[in-house]
């Protein structure tokens, strides 16, 4: 009895192990013409209905919809690096939750640091963020 216990609790063990999707490195260069919708910013969910989005774009740029605004800026890459120059956006004013994950979305961004898939996730790592950007893609 005690070894079947024990064979159940590594059985489930190894499960748990497998099913946990390790991040793998992407290139920017593989995400020209996707947009992605933005899924957590900081370890939290996104506010219901406030989209944020990020398209990557041929010319090094991105551009989407930060909740408010329209945004666009500059990106370098190397392999899974990558640079984010300030962002440039319009100038509406929303409520104040939309303009709250705005204002945190682009901070993130402009301190993106390395990029990578986890599933079907893109994951953006952030200096000085703990939990990454983790967007699902909206279209190819």
Same mark, same amino acid.
């Given at each position: 009895?005690?070894?079947k216990?024990?064979l159940?609790f590594? %059985?489930?063990?190894?499960? #748990? #192990? $497998?099913?946990?999707t390790?991040? =793998?490195? &992407? =290139?920017?260069?593989e995400?020209?013409d996707?947009?992605w919708?933005l899924?957590?910013?900081?370890g939290s %969910? &996104? #506010?219901?209905?406030?989209q944020s989005t990020l398209?990557?774009?041929? %010319?090094?740029?991105?551009?989407?919809?930060g909740?408010c605004n329209?945004y666009?800026a500059g990106?370098?890459?190397? %392999?899974d690096?990558?640079?984010i120059s300030?962002i440039g956006?319009t100038?509406?004013? $929303?409520? *104040?939750?939309v303009?709250?994950?705005e204002?945190r979305?682009f901070? #993130?961004?402009e301190k993106?640091?390395?990029?990578s898939?986890?599933g *079907?996730?893109l994951i953006?790592? =952030?200096d000085g963020?703990?939990?990454?950007?983790?967007?699902?893609?909206?279209k190819?």
């Amino acid at each position: 009895m005690r070894i079947k216990l024990m064979l159940l609790f590594f %059985g489930l063990l190894m499960i #748990a #192990a $497998c099913s946990h999707t390790a991040k =793998s490195p &992407v =290139s920017v260069a593989e995400l020209i013409d996707t947009e992605w919708v933005l899924e957590e910013i900081g370890g939290s %969910g &996104v #506010a219901d209905r406030v989209q944020s989005t990020l398209h990557f774009q041929r %010319g090094d740029r991105v551009v989407g919809w930060g909740g408010c605004n329209r945004y666009f800026a500059g990106l370098r890459s190397d %392999g899974d690096i990558i640079l984010i120059s300030p962002i440039g956006s319009t100038r509406r004013i $929303c409520p *104040p939750v939309v303009m709250d994950q705005e204002d945190r979305f682009f901070k #993130a961004l402009e301190k993106a640091r390395h990029i990578s898939m986890q599933g *079907p996730y893109l994951i953006i790592d =952030s200096d000085g963020i703990e939990n990454p950007l983790k967007f699902i893609m909206l279209k190819r």
